[in-house]
């Protein structure tokens, strides 16, 4: 079959070419400015990220995030919340790739799946540090130029309709199934 047959017709459009998901687990120390009593909360906020295409089947995520921690310490008389900002680099692998793709203009779209958020906050035995065990999850998206073939229906098989030629008038039989109570009576 050949593609410069009049019956087919090359159109050059954008499609996704790569696709790939990244699960990480990470455990970051923190130090906070007195020796901890108890863990008394974790949060994780202010992610923030970005994604580019770095090779033919991996797309780099970096990205930032805070931890806070809000701990006890003088023998659980005081509290305080310590913030640690966290950076990373994620590198995602394309398990699915689209060898067709034309050029190198590439477009990377990052979701996240699971935001980064605390699976564990506890006191480091040896150091008086604290241990925070984050997750996280993304699905990437490469989205690039690719060539796509289709079929051209015959003429014979073309419409040349247009809305002129559709007639948006009611008939009369229309008219007087037309309930003209339908609308409550304001009082």
Known sequence: MSFLDKQYREVITRAVCGKGRKFTQATHTISPSHRPSSILGCWVINHLYNAKKISEDTVEINGSY??????????????EVVTERITYCDYVPLSVKDEQCIGDDFDVVAKVVQQPNCLE??????????NVEVEREFIVQVIGDTKIYVKVAPKEYAHEEDDDEWDFELTDDELKDVNPNFFPHKD
């Open 66 to 79: 805070d931890i806070n921690v809000w701990y006890s310490f003088n023998d659980n008389t005081k509290t």
């Open 121 to 130: 906050c506890s006191i480091s035995k040896d150091d008086h540090k604290i």
